[in-house]
């Protein structure tokens, strides 16, 4: 029997009474999401959820800076230094745009109804810097840029 994502439909073996068996009218669904989806009727965001917020944005920097550390010094024990100093430009580049992407995100629904942009040209720039700089190699450089990715896999590890 295969899997299914949602269970499967059983008869009701006693339907409620009023003849409409538990359905809504399509006047109900339409104000009910016309009431989800209205930005002013959402609940307001408050000081604490910001707070909570700003806590989780410094732990998830402070978790990427020290996964960097740590795999910027084990390539420095492992590899040459240009590989180190790469990794390390890269990391530099990801936790920066961690920030900018975190800034952006904190400012959704506060005037801002969008993720901003402004985030994606930090790869773009790393990957122009490392191509003119001879003392920089590229695929280190992307790696130590996704150095944030495992950070966030074991902040949501600690946190649970």
Sequence with gaps: MPLLASPQLQPEIDPPKGGQG??????????????????????????????????????????????????????????????????????????LYLRLLARSVGKLGKGSKSVSKIQLLVPVLLVLVVSRLPQLELLPALLGFMLYKPAMILQVLFDS
């Design 22 to 95: 538990g359905l809504e009218t399509a006047a109900e669904v339409r104000q009910n999401t016309e009431n989800s989806m209205d930005p002013e009727s959402s609940a307001e965001v408050s000081p604490v959820s910001d707070d909570e917020y700003a806590q989780l944005q410094r732990r998830l920097i402070l978790a990427t800076l020290a996964v960097s550390a740590f795999a910027v010094a084990i390539t420095a024990l492992v590899f040459d230094f240009h590989i180190a100093s790469s990794l390390l430009v890269g990391a530099t580049c990801g936790v």
